[in-house]
């Protein structure tokens, strides 16, 4: 018998939900009762309340699109640019060794401080916030996937130049599907980071997006707002996760959980 088997499914969905219905029935008790103040930490059902209002007054769509598509611009630009530079990286190691100490001073800054520089620089619109969203993604890619790289067993690597095999096979065949798996690791932590970035440039200037609805929730003292679009982007984030999900079962079914 295997004492390390899988729990079942509907078990793990079951504890899920009571799990969530026990935090939100003691938090809505605390509130209803002033062991909680309610103005700095609402109630469940007035988050509710909200959330259906935006929902029903169709407000929110033009929010939830402008920061969905702010993410996704930045997660991918990030991807993209993380690959490309660990593979220059990879077949240079001449250009890593000059270059490793400023990416590694890039990588240790807080990237979010330099929100007000993108938004002087590139404006209020969608381009700041996809700015700053990718240069939350890309370090992260790019350590993953130079990391996947060099996992590769360079026994493997002569053997298969030595059968007459080209770069672009080496590449395609070899390198990046080891690297791949390295990559996939990394996704679902950098989508939460393309998020955040997202999040953090409307919060600091913008005229649409979860994050501006959030800053404007909180100048007029209003948590119940701010708890509704912290609501908001949760079911954002279980959305990119399912879809980054349903593409790595397409391409690294192996690694799929």
Known sequence: MNSRAEPAPWLIYTLQ????????GAWEFSARSNRLISFFFSRPMAIASRVWEWVWGETIYRHVWQTLAETTTGFLLGVLAGLVIALICYYSPLIYRITQPFIDVANAMPRAVFGPLFILWFGLGMTSKSVLAASLVVFIVFYATLTGLREVDQNVVYKIRLLGSSQRDLLVHVLLPSALVWVFSSLRTSVGFALAGAVVGEYIGSTRGIGYQIALSEGNLDATGIFAGLFVLSVMVLGMNAV????ERRLAPWRAA
């Not at 939900?17 to 939100?24: E, G």
Request: hydrophobic share 85%.
């Open 17 to 24: 939900v009571a799990l969530v219905t026990a935090a939100l």
């Open 244 to 247: 980054l999900q349903w593409i």
